[in-house]
């Protein structure tokens, strides 16, 4: 996230800073300027949606501007829209579900 922020102060592909304070010191002690760092679970609130990590669309735009920068799927997190994920591990997990049951009562 701090890669494309305007306070950033980047060395490369380093993000040093963060209007002069080191970005470790930001992150930890959630001062974003922007107020974009990850709640306690890894959420992170960007574009009115709330994100597992850093934002998908975010890991691609500072990969395709910078091939060098880490590719988006290595990044810690998947940068999924988190109801989204979480709606596809509910239904997923009942059609998971039915599928044992199903085949239980078959064998039966």
């Not at 109801?83 to 199903?102: A, D, G, H």
Request: with cysteine; aromatic share 8%; proline share 9%.
């Amino acid at each position: 996230m701090c890669f494309g922020c305007e306070h950033a102060d980047r060395k490369g592909l380093t993000v040093l800073s963060c209007e002069g304070v080191p970005i470790v010191h930001r992150i930890t002690a959630g001062q974003c300027p922007l107020n974009r760092h990850p709640d306690p679970a890894g959420v992170v609130k960007w574009a009115g949606i709330r994100w597992l990590g850093v934002p998908y669309p975010l890991r691609l735009w500072a990969w395709l501007m910078h091939p060098k920068h880490p590719r988006p799927s290595s990044i810690r997190q998947c940068g999924c829209i988190k109801p989204l994920k979480e709606l596809w591990i509910s239904v997923t997990r009942k059609l998971s579900l039915r599928r044992v049951f199903k085949n239980r009562a078959s064998l039966h």
